[in-house]
């Protein structure tokens, strides 16, 4: 588990130097990644990169390590965890992966191993910094950033909102096989959507409601098992990673898209050897 995180981390970091090469030093010493998205995929002035099929890993992994665990290292588990949001909050500038961090990050608060005391005092606190940023002028921006009349994002949500529509009337024709693969980017009446916004409503979309439950199976096992064993590292390692991974699908981040679906089998794996079952047999 620590190796993985390392390698998603010297990811991050490595992607890190290559988006500030690029854009404050004029420096493109690694063309493949700029020109995964394009030089046009821009947000605050800035060319934006992709996220990492581990960054939902590496975010839980971190949220584990300072509040989890008694580990003497979390000064350095603090430093990553700001250069990790700052990615994916500045670099690749995602808000649904910033949702579903602060939903993992509350997953693991209040679901920590500690008394019954700590925890109404953690709630207390988390009620109060709620408030907090519900009345603060960021969040009626951030709120605002997904109306249509937002000069920033509101054509994207507009495509998001007309596409599903589109692709939800192709769906009722064939609603439990769905209407198979379809090319990432249909042209209608002028319009482009890309079935990739839709996040795993597109897995309901192309395979049906069949299809759909069978994606939607692995992520409720992890969030299942993780839940079970949130006492332990690894179980609330699980449990919160399958809570950001259902987050952040069903909002555009679907895990079974091609840059994404290398977590799957990770998942998979860290929820068969968290299982209470695999853990009673070992030890039989």
């Known amino acids: 588990m620590k190796v993985v995180f390392l390698l998603g981390m010297f990811a991050i970091l490595f992607r890190c130097f290559i988006w500030f090469s690029y854009n404050y030093a004029g420096l ?28 939902g890993y590496v ?67 988390l009620t109060i ?8 002028p960021y ?15 509101g054509a994207g949500t507009l495509v998001r909102i007309v596409g599903r ?18 090319t990432d980017g249909n042209i209608f009446n002028g319009w482009k959507y890309y079935i990739s916004d839709l996040g795993i409503i597109r897995m309901l979309y192309q395979f049906g409601i069949i299809g759909f439950i069978v994606c939607l199976l692995p992520i409720l096992y992890g969030c299942l098992v993780g839940f079970k064993r949130r006492v332990y590292f690894h179980g609330m390692l699980l449990f919160s990673l399958s809570i950001f991974v259902l987050i952040t699908s069903f909002a555009s981040q679907n895990l079974y898209d091609y840059n994404r679906i290398m977590l799957l089998p990770l998942l998979l794996g860290l929820a068969n050897s968290t299982s209470p079952s695999k853990v009673n047999k070992e030890m039989v």
């Open 59 to 125: 975010l839980a992994y971190l949220l584990c390590k300072l509040f989890v665990t008694e580990s003497k290292k979390k000064l350095l588990y603090s430093v990553y965890l700001f250069i990790v949001l700052f990615y994916e909050g500045i670099i690749y500038a995602s808000r649904s992966q910033l949702i579903g961090f602060f939903v993992m990050f509350i997953t693991i608060y209040l679901f920590k191993k500690t008394s019954l005391l700590n925890k109404l005092i953690s709630f207390f606190f």
């Open 28 to 55: 493109n010493i690694a063309p493949g990644i700029i020109a995964e998205r394009g030089i046009n995929w821009t947000r605050y002035g800035a060319v934006r990169l992709q996220a990492l099929f581990l960054d």
């Open 139 to 153: 969040y009626n921006r951030f709120l605002d950033s997904f109306s249509v009349s937002n000069s920033e994002y």
């Open 129 to 136: 910094a709620s408030v907090g940023i519900l009345i603060s």
């Open 165 to 182: 529509k589109y692709y939800h009337e192709m769906w009722t024709q064939k609603m439990y096989l769905g209407f198979g693969q379809t």
